[in-house]
DNA sequence: GTGTATGCAAAACATTTGCAGGATG
DNA sequence: CATCCTGCAAATGTTTTGCATACAC
């Protein structure tokens, strides 16, 4: 997705269009890997001297609600990446080096046999590994 | 699993068994499902009036440590329940109220398409929602 | 007795909130 | 120019750490 675009949802939501948004837009647009918090204020502060960290909270958590990012707590903490829009139920292989993510379209409720008496609200479904660059890293590391 | 088997396994690690890690192994003994660290503060400080939180924080750290407990993480927050020992490979049903879970079969792996250049290290398949118990008392609220 | 576990206090983080000034539409 | 957004500071919640005392072995 392109930086405008998403910037143009921002926009049609009502949110103001500040330089700090403008940035976050670019962010993950140019980013396919999920970001924690701490990724999004480093990357911002490198635009802004004095990026405080509640503005990165308060616009992750507005975007979140609004649907333009996707919210997944992580064993090492929450990240965020641009919600998958458009494409239908799936899931993801997720690298645990560079964090980028890679769609499962095979959804595995399918073939789970839930008893009568359990009612299901959701279901998660994720494979961590290594992407192929980030598995050629490793290896010439070691 | 009885408490005296959790606790025979605390010492048979070198641990050395103080009143507290007594009534950690009852509580994870006698309850079925995810338990938070508060929860566990909660029903150990009923018996422990001067009970801090860093000696519950440290006995969870090293039962997860040592196998006996399985410490997993939610939208809201780390919990922890008696570690699956001598099952095959499963994943679990979870109830959103009571924590309580279900084992289920089916793993999901066998049926995901991994591409040859995506190392898989490991995969998290979770079905949320409501146990019978709490999907009737859901109903007579509502 | 020796060494581990505990409780206390304080530190280290992560995240949220109140408020005044500044920028956006 | 009204309102939303930001930055600062401080509050809140969670988890960890250092240290002296108490307890298990």
Do not use: W
């Not at 049609?12 to 700090?20: E, S």
């Not at 609004?66 to 899931?91: A, I, M």
Request: contains cysteine; hydrophobic residues 30%; proline residues 4%.
């Amino acid at each position: 997705m392109q930086t405008d675009e998403i910037i143009r949802m921002m926009s049609a939501q009502g949110l103001r269009i500040t330089d700090q948004r403008k940035t976050l837009a670019k962010l993950f647009a140019d980013t396919p890997g999920y970001q924690s918090p701490k990724d999004v204020y480093d990357y911002m502060g490198r635009s802004y001297a004095g990026l405080s960290f509640d503005t990165v909270y308060r616009n992750l958590r507005v975007l979140d609600e609004l649907g333009v990012l996707e919210q997944v707590v992580f064993e090492d903490g929450v990240k965020f990446k641009l919600h998958c829009r458009g494409h239908d139920h799936h899931h993801h292989m997720i690298c645990l080096q560079c964090g980028k993510t890679y769609p499962i379209s095979y959804c595995p409720m399918d073939q789970t046999e839930v008893p009568d008496d359990f009612k299901v609200v959701k279901h998660k479904f994720e494979v961590f590994g290594y992407c192929k660059a980030c598995s050629l890293e490793e290896e010439s590391r070691a």
